[in-house]
């Protein structure tokens, strides 16, 4: 590290030894301006090659600053870390912490991070934060039984957050405050939030999912014509590492945008965000939403996630739907039931199940992998026995 850093003329404080040097309680070279980077975080990769992305002070103070405000935090908290440090939520608990005089628990072994309750007990974890896949995780290894744990506050992030889990945390975890959040690396963590209700589960039964609420102090809001979201403001990073140029960064009257990719809609006077427009596709003519595929397909009892997604492989196009389900399903029924909500141009024509969905290492779903590996593979087996 210090050989990298002496070549690209980065400068290294150690604080455990500074402190030791001085009593001081400021140091010279640590002053800085809000327009400077702070930190690199790359993103996943699930949309593309991963890409270092500089973020500013200004950026991520405004995302901590919009935190400590919107979560109802006491002194003394116990905060999880399931995420590994390279998820940009992370953030949040480098800085949350030392400010509220509280302590990490991380979680890192494979079976902890499996089933995390034994760990939240053990740690006294008041504060939980994961993508909404680990708790819906938790509901399929413990359905019907009432978990007492130590948690006050849980805030899921990452990805789409289901009425399912959120029923879950209120009857089975019997939480206190439970949020939704929304927002992505380039554009300063997190941008959106919702405090979330037992109303909910009436309120946006048709929907499905936990909306992802309303903008943060400093996100600036725009839809297009084609409900792509766009995001400006104060958290709005310069872009990233390398000079690497990306269309999505877009100057409009003067103002800085981000294009996030994703579709979104106002409802009740919440946003909700219904997937990416790479899950918005064309068939036989008609506009396709694959989220709405896997709600009501997920609706049907005993299905537990399900992924669709179109087969473009041959000359014709048609959609696929994975299934991972804890009992049997009739795909007769199946496809019946869904008659009843969905027009026949919506209704896969091809199911397959998995034991488990593939995740990645903070648990968000990698349809990639399912389209591309999984899929692929059992059609390479059925035509091999053809």
Not at 79 to 86: P, T
């Amino acid at each position: 590290i210090e050989s990298y850093a002496k070549k690209e003329n980065i400068i290294i404080w150690d604080l455990c030894n500074l402190l030791q040097q001085s009593s001081a309680k400021s140091f010279d070279g640590f002053d800085f301006s809000p327009d400077d980077i702070a930190y690199i975080m790359f993103t996943s990769g699930s949309t593309g090659t991963p890409k270092g992305v500089l973020v500013t002070h200004q950026n991520y103070i405004n995302f901590i600053n919009n935190v400590m405000e919107i979560l109802p935090f006491k002194m003394g908290e116990v905060f999880s870390d399931y995420h590994d440090f390279a998820f940009d939520i992370s953030i949040f608990y480098l800085f949350c912490t030392p400010l509220m005089e509280s302590s990490i628990s991380p979680i890192r072994s494979d079976d902890e991070r499996i089933y995390p309750v034994n760990h939240i007990r053990e740690n006294k974890i008041t504060v939980w934060s994961s993508v909404p896949s680990v708790v819906s995780r938790m509901q399929r290894l413990r359905p019907k039984e009432k978990i007492e744990t130590p948690i006050r506050i849980m805030f899921l992030c990452g990805e789409p957050f289901s009425l399912d889990v959120l029923k879950y945390c209120y009857d089975n975890l019997e939480l206190e405050y439970v949020f939704n959040f929304y927002g992505l690396t380039e554009t300063g963590v997190e941008n959106f939030y919702h405090k979330c209700s037992n109303d909910d589960l009436k309120k946006f039964e048709e929907k499905g999912f936990v909306p992802i609420g309303k903008p943060m102090k400093g996100s600036n809001v725009h839809l297009t014509d084609g409900k792509e979201l766009l995001l400006g403001g104060c958290q709005i990073t310069p872009g990233y590492l390398g000079g690497i140029r990306s269309e999505r960064f877009e100057i409009i009257e003067k103002e800085r945008w981000y294009h996030t990719g994703d579709i979104v809609e106002l409802y009740n006077d919440v946003y909700f965000c219904k997937g990416r427009l790479d899950t918005q596709v064309k068939l036989s003519g008609y506009r396709v939403e694959l989220m709405d595929i896997e709600v009501q397909v997920k609706k049907y009892l005993g299905i537990k996630e399900a992924v669709s997604f179109v087969d473009n492989s041959n000359l014709s196009k048609f959609l696929v739907c994975a299934l991972e389900s804890e009992e049997p399903v009739d795909l007769k029924l199946l496809k019946g039931e869904l008659k009843n909500y969905l027009p026949d141009y919506m209704i896969p024509l091809k199911f397959f199940f998995v034991d488990e969905m593939p995740r990645n290492s903070n648990g968000k779903l990698d349809r990639k992998e399912i389209r591309d590996n999984i899929w692929k593979q059992r059609q390479i087996r059925a035509d091999g026995h053809k």
